[in-house]
């Protein structure tokens, strides 16, 4: 008999991470399944049975006519996995700007203007339960939230502005964490120790626990969730000389509270709080050496607490859904810089340095309806309204610049220290932004026979983005006093309203097969330059960009489902890109600008193969192009700007992931042995940089048992060759590289326990 085990299950035909073929345990998308280990019988069955909402209603994984890859708590937990970098890029369409921990970005299909951070709105949505987490403009961190005690990951490819608004040019991604049930008691807890290449001893771990208990049977239950994550660092900083200096520690509560005082009424408090903590930055200086180089360490932490409250009601004719939610995030980080400035030190202490400081806060309220049952006819209506304020303050300090410049204030123009360098701050500027975002949608789908259906949608939008900003005196501007840079006030005022439209044809000739076409656009937001004002070619602010997407896939089965296809085929037409681009050293002040267009065309491709009983092979494999079909101008540029056919950055030709199986449920303690193997080409990190992403390949193992009723071991090697896969490398030049790569082998032991 096989086992389930806090998520890790041990079920003929399991696969890992392949779309819509995972065989998993029927689930109830608004009461879902334990996380305890259970009995389970050998099945072999496809992802019908995996519940999504990611389109505002429940519907079967394979029955939705769109690209959608859910990944599931129990292949989570099979794949080790605790962020999105462990998983997400092994989704098709999908790829993951790993620069620095918590504020990384996934980018799906290609939409991207750099490899570094949007200083615009995000190009994917990032959704947990359907709350916003990222907020228009620069998002003050992005959540990623631990993979403990989740249902569900949807990833949805393909714009998503109908139903979800701004922010999902190129998809989004919606965590579903689970909620508690009021039908029983539940407990589970996982362990983990492992060791990685250059950690000098120090051990990663990790510590989760998770308590569902019901107050009254079937009416009213409490779940709770905790954790302590420890990723011991594997970087040694030459500057400082502190060995495995960039340490990564991630804590984090969850809990819910379910009352269902009626039958079809149910009313759910969620609040979630996660913290990160980086001891000094991920970037390194050769790609080929686990060594750093900067002048002090470079700290950063992120948080976010979220609080929502939930009705969902059964009207008979409708389901009514009413959620509001509030959104707190902090983000600080510090970086050393490598340049003369005033003084003219670039290393130690005496090095300039940055400090930014920022916070946002998220509210946000929807309401929507929809039909219920299968007839001919289904429809869906909606409104939701957010509001978005933010603060941050970002300022570059050197030591001793206010003295130096008195003694040597022939050198400044006779202005004193105190004038261009107060507290020997060389620059900073203090940004006030607030957004509201209202909109009202809908779609309706008609079937006039079981095999034919038609489905159009459509989103009103009206946004408004105001900003105060100040820059503040400072040497490195050339300044003293300070002064507001976009106009006499310092402020931008804007406002933009719109329509993004969505149609699909969905034909089902027979059972388990589907075809489908799908025209949608989606839309960012516009907003301001902070730096505007400090160089002249700087706009105050810049316009919204949009994509049109048009997209044929089908989903199949064949020979009893013992094989599963997913395929796709899309173009993408990207206009009035939000670019993000540099000034001229040492200051390199960043810029959006509205400038050219682009087009991405690509296929993405799942499939499963149950080859035996007990021996699953599954690959997802994208392949796209991404070029610009406009000149794209950049004043500091060589040749001033990128030609057409340039190609964006990050935008690998090729991904490929493959897995392979071995599921043995009824030998001696259920054993499951797995290899894991993805690829992804050379990409170029940003416009104009010679450096590359990509261009290799990672190979994983995993092995696991059930040692008692209730406990299961999974060991594991991650990077088993140890390979120094670049992942990102945006800012490298002479004076300042800056590689990312994938993390060195780790090998180790996890424990699940549940009751």
Not at 132 to 161: A, K, M, N, S, Y
Not at 254 to 276: C, D, M, N
């Amino acid at each position: 008999m096989a086992r389930h085990f806090l998520g890790t299950t041990a079920l003929a035909g399991a696969t890992l991470l392949a779309i819509g073929a995972t065989p998993a345990l029927a689930q109830d998308a608004t009461n879902t399944t334990s996380a305890a280990p259970v009995a389970a019988e050998p099945v072999t069955s496809s992802s019908d049975d995996i519940v999504v909402t990611a389109t505002k209603r429940k519907e079967n994984l394979r029955d939705v006519a769109m690209p959608i890859s859910a990944v599931t708590g129990e292949q989570l937990a099979k794949a080790n996995a605790n962020s999105l970098s462990d998983y997400i890029v092994r989704l098709p369409g999908v790829v993951f700007n790993d620069y620095q921990p918590g504020v990384s970005e996934v980018v799906i299909r290609g939409i991207a203007a750099t490899t570094y951070h949007e200083q615009g709105q995000t190009t994917v949505g990032y959704y947990l339960n359907e709350i916003p987490l990222v907020e228009p403009g620069f998002p003050i961190g992005i959540p990623d939230v631990d993979t403990f005690d989740l249902d569900r990951v949807e990833v949805l490819r393909g714009p998503q502005g109908t139903l979800f608004g701004s922010s999902t040019l190129g998809g989004l991604v919606n965590y579903v964490v689970k909620t508690a049930d009021t039908h029983k008691i539940e407990a589970a807890g996982e362990g983990l120790v492992s060791s990685t290449e250059n950690s000098h001893g120090d051990v990663n771990y990790a510590a989760k626990l998770m308590l569902n208990v019901p107050i009254i049977k079937d009416t009213l239950a409490v779940r709770v969730m905790a954790l302590q994550r420890y990723d011991a660092g594997y970087l040694d900083n030459t500057g400082t000389g502190d060995k495995g200096s960039n340490d990564f520690r991630t804590r984090g509560l969850r809990g819910s509270i379910v009352l269902t005082p009626a039958v079809g009424t149910k009313l759910t408090y969620l609040g979630v709080y996660q913290e990160s903590k980086l001891s000094d930055q991920t970037y390194l200086t050769s790609p080929t050496k686990l060594e750093r180089f900067s002048g002090r360490n470079e700290p950063q932490s992120t948080s976010f607490q979220l609080h929502s409250l939930r009705l969902d009601q059964d009207l008979g004719f409708a389901n009514l859904t009413v959620f509001g939610s509030v959104n707190e995030k902090k983000n600080t980080t510090v970086f050393s810089y490598p340049y003369a400035y005033v003084t003219g030190v670039t290393t130690g202490q005496a090095a300039a340095y940055s400090l930014g400081e920022a916070r946002a806060n998220i509210k946000q309220v929807e309401a929507r309806l929809a039909s219920s049952g299968n007839g001919p006819v289904r429809w869906l209506v909606g409104a939701s309204y957010m509001t978005a304020k933010k603060y941050s303050y970002d300022q570059i300090f050197q030591q001793g610049a206010a003295a130096y410049i008195n003694a040597n204030r022939a050198q400044f123009g006779g202005y004193s220290g105190a004038q261009l360098t107060p507290n020997d701050r060389l620059y900073g500027y203090i940004s006030d932004t607030f957004n509201k975002d209202l909109g009202i949608f809908g779609e309706l789908s008609w079937r006039p026979v079981d095999q034919f259906e038609v489905t159009v949608g459509g989103r009103y939008y009206d946004t408004q983005a105001k900003a105060t900003v100040t820059n503040q005196a400072g040497a490195l501007g050339g300044y003293p006093g300070g002064y507001t840079p976009v106009g006499s006030t310092g402020r931008v005022n804007r406002t933009e309203n719109g329509f993004t439209p969505k149609a699909t044809i969905s034909f089902r000739p027979v059972p388990g097969f589907l075809a489908y076409m799908t025209y949608s656009k989606g839309f960012r937001v516009g907003g301001i330059n902070p730096n505007a004002g400090l160089l002249a070619t700087i706009p105050a602010s810049y316009d919204s960009d949009k994509v049109d997407n048009y997209e044929a896939g089908v989903k199949f089965g064949l020979f009893a489902n013992r094989l599963l296809i997913d395929a796709t085929v899309f173009t993408i037409d990207w206009k009035n890109i939000q670019a993000r681009l540099f000034g001229p050293a040492p200051s390199y002040y960043s810029y959006v600008t509205n400038a050219g267009s682009a087009n991405i065309g690509g296929v993405e491709f799942s499939g499963t193969l149950k080859l035996t009983r007990a021996l699953t092979f599954s690959s997802n494999v994208t392949y796209q192009e991404a070029k610009l079909t406009a000149f794209l101008p950049d004043t500091f540029a060589l040749n001033g700007g990128y030609a057409s056919g340039t190609t964006l950055p990050g935008s690998s030709k090729w991904s490929v992931a493959n897995n392979l199986v071995l599921d043995l449920p009824d030998k001696a303690l259920a054993p499951t042995f797995e290899i894991a193997h993805r690829y992804i080409s050379s990409a170029p990190v940003a416009f104009g940089n010679t450096n590359t992403r990509g261009n290799f390949s990672q190979f994983d193992a995993r092995a696991s048992v059930t040692v008692m009723e209730k406990v299961r071991l999974l060991g594991f090697v991650n990077n088993i060759f140890d390979k120094r896969g670049i992942l990102n490398a945006p800012f490298t030049d002479q004076a300042a590289p800056a590689y990312s790569i994938i993390r060195p082998r780790t090998y180790g032991l996890r424990v699940d326990v549940g009751f």
